[in-house]
């Protein structure tokens, strides 16, 4: 049942997004209601011109079979499957009885042609009922039609149940015809702040966009329990949205938070005029690193929030016998941080080993890690008195003090310049000015990963800026690869 409708969704995806032309949101947010958790959507007009269609069909390589060509060249031709080309892809995650509901909504503009294609594609009859207007693959009821709009749904159960005690669904996912009634006539969200943030965050230019509910989704795996916490009143309505784009040689994504009125007075009081401080890495070799990051985070504004969760009690309570408070630590930083991961040492690899019964041994170079945090000299004693006499990192770390920073690192040679206030070199450091926040990784760990499979691209970086605007925090992550001639998504397929 899972696989069918999961099929016929990701056939439908890639179909559609051979052509079409974007459109507004307005046919969304009819069916869009107070229990909707998340929406993404899809441009369809955007992706048909990045999808490495003519490589795909024309694909020699024995990447896809006779008959998985004949599939794919059914559903990279959108006008033979009846499927409307002129509308956008949406996905919607609603909270439905002890789980979600996972619908997918497209628009037909031939009921006959879309039944007998992807029948082909699926492998399944796939019928609809006439009377009932209910979409069935063989006899199992996986949608529905109105009008000229599709949903394919099916039911997941909550993976936080079990932690209350209950069950985490039934394994078919089936939804029954009645709830296909309901969702036709759904009351739509009538508040204004989510429809705005819906309106915002379905961006009609990126390739793919989505709203998240953030209270919904913090509310739902509670189980409601955040509703007796004093921080609720600040995370009503709160929203987040995500965009993506495929580019000639780069990925982007950008990302922001949608917080109401009481949160975003808050977030501008905390960080406002607050930025990096790249003078926390003046002493430490980011030339040597394989990623780093640097940025402003408020103590303030976490205080704030662990008092109003009522939390502070239960930390206080914690940190009693280490004989410091929250507000004793908050009050010793600054705010500044900067965590780096150090390239491994040529030296690292060890020569290939083997136990007593001749078994390779696999090892592997520890990681080298630094965490800088900037502290307020005259405050932070106790802090650094307990970060000291933590056995832990007495076991597998090093840590080094002054005035200004607090240093908590694997390997005690990289804190070398730190101890002797010798400026490094930092010729690779990127100093993004008026930013909240800004990482850099050379990626080596995906490149390891990209291996595994026929992708012929490497990626050269990843780099991240976050901000505070108007009391929300917005996030710009952008991945370069080696290869610019055509758009990434060629590469990523394996595709010259």
Aim: hydrophobic residues 40%; aromatic residues 10%.
């Amino acid at each position: 049942m899972k696989k069918i409708i999961y099929g016929l969704a990701v056939c439908l995806a890639i179909l559609m997004a051979s052509c079409g032309k974007d459109s507004d949101n307005e046919e969304i947010l009819k069916y869009t209601t107070e229990k909707t958790l998340a929406i993404v959507k899809i441009n369809l007009q955007q992706l048909d011109k990045k999808l490495p269609k003519d490589e795909m069909l024309n694909d020699k390589t024995g990447n896809f079979s006779d008959k998985d060509r004949e599939k794919m060249e059914l559903f990279l031709n959108a006008d033979k499957n009846g499927v409307d080309i002129e509308r956008p892809l949406y996905l919607m995650t609603d909270q439905d009885r002890d789980g979600f509901a996972f619908s997918f909504f497209g628009w037909l503009a031939d009921q006959s042609k879309f039944t007998a294609n992807f029948s082909k594609i699926t492998g399944s009859k796939i019928r609809i009922d006439a009377t009932t207007q209910l979409i069935y693959a063989n006899d199992q009821l996986i949608g529905s039609i109105q009008d000229d709009m599709i949903v394919l749904s099916r039911h997941v159960g909550n993976p936080m149940a079990m932690v209350y005690g209950g069950s985490t669904g039934s394994p078919d996912n089936t939804l029954t015809a009645g709830f296909y009634t309901a969702l036709w006539k759904r009351k739509p969200v009538d508040n204004k702040n989510a429809i705005d943030q819906i309106e915002k965050s379905l961006d009609s230019g990126s390739d793919v966009s989505s709203w998240i509910n953030l209270y919904g989704m913090i509310n739902t795996f509670s189980k409601g329990y955040i509703e007796t916490l004093a921080v609720n009143k600040l995370l009503i309505g709160a929203g987040f949205g995500v965009s993506l784009n495929f580019g000639e040689g780069k990925i982007a994504f950008k990302g922001s938070t949608f917080f109401n009125d009481d949160l975003k007075k808050l977030v501008q009081k905390f960080y406002n005029g607050k930025t990096v401080d790249y003078n926390i890495v003046k002493n430490i070799e980011i030339d040597r690193t394989k990623n780093y990051s640097l940025g402003y985070m408020s103590p303030e504004f976490i205080r704030y929030f662990v008092k109003e969760a009522g939390f502070e009690s239960m930390a206080n309570n914690f940190l009693e016998s280490r004989g410091i408070t929250l507000e004793e630590i908050t009050n010793a930083l600054t705010g500044q941080y900067a965590f780096t991961q150090f390239r491994e040492d040529d030296t690292a690899q060890a020569a290939p080993q083997v136990d007593e019964y001749g078994f390779p041994v696999v090892s592997y170079a520890q990681p080298k890690f630094l965490l800088a945090l900037g502290i307020h000299a005259d405050k932070a004693q106790k802090l650094i008195g307990l970060v000291t006499a933590e056995p832990m990192l007495e076991q597998n770390a090093k840590v080094y003090h002054d005035k200004e920073l607090l240093v908590v690192a694997t390997n005690e040679n990289d804190m070398a310049l730190l101890k002797t206030n010798k400026p490094a070199v930092n010729s690779s450091l990127k100093k993004q000015s008026g930013v909240t926040g800004y990482s850099w990784s050379d990626a080596s760990d995906a490149n390891n990963m990209l291996q595994t499979g026929n992708r012929k691209l490497k990626v050269v970086s990843m780099e991240s800026i976050s901000n505070v605007r108007d009391g929300n925090f917005t996030s710009e992550v952008t991945i370069t690869v080696d290869k610019s001639k055509k758009n990434v998504l060629h590469y990523l397929m394996g595709y010259e």
